[in-house]
């Protein structure tokens, strides 16, 4: 019999600091040249289970470990980390925080340095993960965009060779085009012989490149019989209809906008007028200046050249940031950097127009029951449904959303989207996101611009959204 | 910081001997004229061997500095000459340091690895490197996010700077730290074993041996004028 690259017996987990179990009594098995999606619910075990298998629980995250866990058939409950990096590779969420080298080349060998790969072959292996994963070996990462980072992660893996390979939340940051670069070589290594496990959310993106979608749902692990079955929750998902492009008044009017650090110009002669009530999606590819353009139209940032004016209130209450942000709320796309309150409660409170709606926008978003919690000790999804709903308790006008739907499960996604578009139906605020998402961008849009190189390529309604999306998997 | 480096930078030890060694000699000479005749000295090194571009970059910053401090200790010693001295060491301080600015800190590393330094001192040291523009960004970005929550930002509101900057802060600094720590490890770092490969050896070159040679006998030309 063929020895299996993952076989877990009889799992279950608990945090220390929980009562309940995360997972429990899991059978899994994962042969070489199979690609497993692992899907399920915010919450439900994902990245946990994936922290099992390459030895974060227990040597690092206390808890208890009931069960037996196999990697390339060696009992892994007494192997350090380090070791069983040895036998498979896992990258991680969050790109950022794990770099430690300036250059591309570097940070790749950093880990075939550890495993004690002869520097031949660890050049070798440079040249064939970036070439992988699309990237430039001799670029310095400040200048790489929050995708590329995460690409750069993955290469950092892949040059390390293992056969086994997990990837939690993978395409989190990745626009279409490097979700589609990244999952064509995984699938080209599933059918070189190597065992892998993604877990994700954005199913129509990974489902046909799987062989097996794996569903952790009720602390329980089991598998679709047909994979394309695993989509069918998504079929009611259509475009939003169409609204014409109808004269509405001015919002903001940008012109000839660019915006340069040093010589790296990022926007480039932007122009475009956004009006009151529009629900406006910002599209385009790692880097093409999505944020940067957010940031302009927010005002945290002052543009290189050009102007934008804005029409939603007098620029004496424009220069003044308190004053400016009541009216205008803007969602980041790393939750932890607005919160800074004690409590849920008081961090909605902060800013909102009364404690009566502060408390309706939370049970909206289902945190309710979480009012006396420190933000910071709450989950990345529940963090960043907490940003949105403190934006939304101060009525802005003007909404920027920053990915709001990155890491969300399908429902909190539907959630979040819903208790959007109600608000705008109510108050007709101007909405404008940012997002790599299709279910999200389809059901935001009214309006679109299409970003490429800082540049605007498309501006026109949500039809885009099907024409960019279709582009993007084309290439 | 990567701005600053030289494309050809000297062995690691190298520069950071010379570093050092420059620094300990010029705080000698830095109550005499013959400091002068270092600074002027060192320049001609640097620009021999490609190291004028970085400090001609960070001399400006260390120039002001050394005016500010240099001011400062005039007014507290009413002496001038005290204050040209501090400003002299200060100026001195760019000099002792360019060459390590210049280096890129991968190359130090994998230097002090072949030389069989231990692993946490390496890899900590390019973590610290590498955190230092993090924390700066880090730094900008809740600043940004706090102004967009309607606060105001001032170094002198304690319970503001409390609250929504150290708050933030601290907590995306020790989850950077926790993330990066799995993450190495990860990737097959660990202190107790020694098997690890150098990806590019460092190598001394004549390049390095020449640099050596005439920074010694600077030093030394410098240290006779002063004893005469």
């Known amino acids: 019999m063929d020895k299996l690259a993952i076989e877990i017996k009889k799992l279950s987990f608990r945090y220390k600091i929980s009562n309940s179990w995360i997972l429990k009594n899991i059978d899994f098995q994962l042969k070489y040249g199979e690609l497993v999606i692992l899907t399920g619910v915010s919450g439900q075990g994902k990245s946990t289970l994936l922290s099992c298998i390459n030895g974060m629980i227990p040597n690092i995250i206390d808890g208890e470990l009931n069960g037996e866990i196999y990697v390339d058939g060696k009992d892994v409950s007494n192997l350090r980390v380090s070791e069983i990096s040895h036998l498979l590779g896992s990258v991680l969420q969050d790109p950022e925080s794990q770099i430690i080298n300036s250059k591309i080349e570097d940070e790749i060998a950093f880990g075939c340095e550890n495993i004690n790969m002869p520097p031949k072959k660890i050049k070798e292996s440079i040249d064939n993960a970036t070439k992988m994963m699309d990237l430039d070996k001799d670029m310095f990462i400040r200048t790489l965009s929050g995708g590329q980072k995460q690409r750069l992660m993955s290469a950092a893996i892949l040059a390390m060779e293992q056969k086994i390979l997990l990837f939690d939340e993978p395409l989190a940051n990745l626009d279409i085009k490097s979700a589609h670069i990244l999952l064509s070589a995984l699938r080209q290594l599933a059918d070189k012989g190597y065992a892998i496990i993604i877990a994700e959310h954005r199913l129509e993106l990974v489902y046909k490149y799987a062989d097996k979608i794996a569903l952790l749902e009720n602390h329980n692990l089991s598998f679709y019989k047909d994979k394309d079955k695993a989509l069918h929750k998504y079929d009611d998902i259509m475009p939003s209809s169409i609204e014409s492009l109808s004269e509405k008044k ?31 999606v910002i599209i385009g590819e790692n880097g093409a200046g999505k944020t940067t353009l957010l940031k302009q139209l927010a005002r945290i940032n002052t543009p290189t050249t050009g102007s934008i004016t804005q029409f939603i209130t007098s620029d004496k209450i424009s220069k003044d940031p308190s004053l400016w942000f009541s009216k205008v709320g803007y969602v980041y796309q790393n939750p932890n950097y607005q919160l800074f309150m004690p409590t849920v409660y008081e961090e909605i409170c902060f800013m909102a127009k009364s404690k009566a709606l502060a408390e309706k926008t939370l049970a909206d978003f289902s945190l309710a029951d979480l009012w006396e919690r420190h933000p910071q000790s709450l989950s990345e999804g529940q963090k960043r449904k907490l940003t949105i709903a403190c934006i ?15 890491g969300q499960d399908y429902s909190s996604l539907l959630e979040i989207i819903e208790i959007l578009n109600k608000y705008h139906e109510r108050s007709e605020a101007t909405i404008v996101s940012i997002t790599h998402d299709f279910r999200c961008a389809s059901l935001l849009a009214n309006k679109v611009i299409w970003l490429e190189n800082g540049k605007i390529k498309r501006y026109g309604d949500s039809r885009l959204i099907a024409e960019y999306f279709i582009s993007q998997r084309e290439l | 910081m990567e701005k600053l480096q030289v494309r050809n930078p000297l062995y690691p030890l190298i520069s950071l001997i010379a570093s050092m060694i420059v620094f300990v000699i010029g705080i000698l000479f830095s109550q005499d004229i013959a400091i002068f005749y270092l600074l002027l000295a060192l320049t001609l090194i640097y620009a021999l061997f490609g190291y004028v571009r970085p400090l001609s970059k960070i001399l400006p910053v260390f120039i002001l500095i050394s005016i500010i401090i240099g001011f400062g200790s005039f007014i507290t010693s009413r002496d001038f000459l005290v204050g040209v001295q501090t400003s002299g060491r200060i100026i001195l301080l760019a000099y002792s340091s360019v060459l390590m600015i210049a280096l890129p800190p991968i190359n130090l590393t994998r230097n002090l690895v072949q030389l069989n330094f231990p692993k946490v001192l390496t890899l900590g040291m390019l973590a610290t490197i590498r955190f230092v523009p993090v924390l700066i960004n880090e730094t900008i970005q809740i600043k940004e996010a706090m102004s967009s929550r309607g606060v105001k930002f001032s170094w002198f509101n304690i319970k503001c700077i409390y609250r929504a900057f150290l708050v933030p802060f601290l907590m995306r600094i020790i989850n950077m730290s926790d993330i990066l720590a799995i993450s190495i490890e990860t990737r097959g770092f660990t202190l107790s074993s020694n098997q690890s490969s150098v990806y590019k050896q460092v190598k001394i070159t004549k390049r390095d041996i020449f640099f050596s040679i005439m920074l010694i006998s600077s030093l030394l030309g410098v240290t006779i004028l002063w004893i005469n």
Do not use: W
């Open chain 1, 250 to 280: 001015s919002c903001f009017i940008v012109n000839n906008l660019s915006f340069s650090i040093n010589d790296n110009t990022i926007l480039e002669n932007v122009s475009l007028d956004i009006k009151k009530g529009d629900r406006l």
């Open chain 1, 392 to 406: 939304l308790a101060m009525q802005p006008e003007v909404i920027f959303l920053d990915e709001p739907t990155v």
